[in-house]
């Protein structure tokens, strides 16, 4: 099993910064791929971005390229989501979440945590 737990969230101005963690613990050799999503009230769950685990190779959605930037620190068994020009539209809980070599689904998912962005 991985545990995912992040950190970060809060509250910032239009135009402001954060930047989101996702600690995992357990059995870290599991994780291939690690993925961020959010879920703004009355909205559906969306992939925000996503990175792998053994090259730090990236992908996005549109709507945050150029924004967010997406990493890992495997040494500390870390991912982090850095989060610039942040719009009201970015308001949202975030999650981070993890998948193993071969898995057709993400297995494992964090708390999350609330990001408001005030305009």
């Known amino acids: 099993q991985v545990q995912l737990v992040e950190s970060g969230g809060g509250l910032v101005q239009a135009g402001g910064s954060l930047r989101l963690s996702c600690a995992a613990s357990?059995?870290?050799?599991?994780?291939?791929?690690m993925g961020w999503f959010r879920q703004a009230p009355g909205k559906e769950r969306e992939f925000v971005a996503g990175?792998?685990?053994?090259?730090?190779?990236?992908l996005y959605t549109d709507s945050v390229k150029g924004r967010f930037t997406v990493s890992r620190a495997n040494a500390e068994n870390t991912g982090y989501l850095q989060m610039i020009s942040l719009k009201a539209e970015d308001t949202a809980v975030y999650y981070c979440?993890?998948?193993?070599?071969?898995?057709?689904?993400?297995?494992?998912w964090g708390q999350g945590t609330q990001v408001t962005v005030s305009s």
């Open positions: 357990g059995r870290i050799f599991n994780i291939y791929y």
């Open positions: 990175v792998r685990w053994s090259d730090g190779s990236t």
């Open positions: 979440a993890a998948m193993g070599r071969g898995a057709a689904e993400y297995e494992y």
